[in-house]
């Protein structure tokens, strides 16, 4: 990390007011080419930024950060072997250069980083959204450039004492950011990449696969019904048999849902276990 000289005719107090921002070596780590492909493109256009590296996996990135020193790594959370907290986990808070993290997935994005107050670059981000990020990350580093190490210990064990599963959703809609308890949920219908979550006269999007976000619910709570849908078991009504061996269900708002046969046996299953307890 490296900061411009100031100029020698300048005058005074000319020199702070102008001298370049600290100019910071950059390593992207991410195991999708395409998405390492348009950081870097972005970064480009950041005159005080240089990549010096990428990384594929976090094996890689262990060693590469141990032996070159970069000022800054953006990291990708979701990788395959090693992810991005075991490998921040391996290489120990006092070796962890500043670091903001990528992901497209809610649960890691919005509370634990807001409150060890780390950065992070949710999918799909734009241009002016990772030039507030790289103004963030100068700030500490010209202020408390120590900190990162310890903000981050503190992140990876906030996470490592977290709920098995979600206690509330993160929908985050432009600069809007809305959390959504699990418990108001009545039902979630797939939307392609996105699901529709449907929690009393609300409806919000979230930017994740049915599948996804089904093994981050409590399964003795919410059951797929069908192919595209997932039901909460505390807002079924009713539920009546039809001809072919499926299940026709009433919410408790009204709504009329249709469970198939492959679910129906299951469903009946969860809803007996509720029963007995």
Not at 122 to 141: A, E, G, N, Y
Not at 218 to 236: E, K, M, P, Q, Y
Request: hydrophobic share 40%; proline share 4%.
């Amino acid at each position: 990390m490296s900061e411009g000289a100031g100029r020698p005719d300048a005058a005074p107090g000319e020199d702070a007011a102008e001298a370049p921002r600290i100019r910071l070596r950059v390593l992207l780590i991410d195991d999708e080419a395409p998405a390492r492909d348009k950081l870097r493109s972005m970064l480009v256009r950041e005159p005080d930024v240089e990549v010096v590296g990428e990384c594929a996996t976090g094996l890689e990135a262990l060693e590469w950060i141990r032996r070159d020193r970069p000022d800054l790594v953006f990291l990708d959370i979701e990788m395959p072997q090693l992810d991005g907290l075991s490998m921040l986990t391996a290489l120990g808070s006092e070796n962890v250069p500043a670091v903001v993290f990528v992901t497209a997935y809610d649960r890691y994005a919005i509370e634990a980083f807001e409150v060890h107050a780390l950065d992070y670059l949710l999918k799909p981000f734009d241009q002016d959204r990772l030039t507030r990020s790289l103004s963030h990350v100068r700030r500490i580093l010209e202020t408390a450039p120590g900190v990162f190490g310890t903000r981050v210990a503190g992140l990876i064990d906030a996470l490592r004492h977290a709920p098995e599963f979600e206690l509330r959703l993160v929908v985050k809609d432009g600069d809007r950011v809305t959390f959504i308890e699990v418990g108001d949920i009545d039902w979630v219908q797939a939307a392609g990449n996105y699901v529709e979550i449907h929690a009393g006269p609300e409806r919000h999007l979230l930017r994740e696969t049915l599948k996804a976000l089904e093994a981050r619910l409590d399964g003795r709570r919410f059951v797929r019904i069908h192919r595209s849908a997932l039901v909460n078991l505390d807002r079924i009504r009713d539920m009546r048999a039809g001809d072919h061996g499926e299940y026709h269900i009433t919410l408790t708002d009204g709504r009329r849902l249709k469970a198939g046969r492959g679910a129906s046996a299951l469903l009946r299953q969860r809803l007996a276990g509720r029963e007995s307890r």
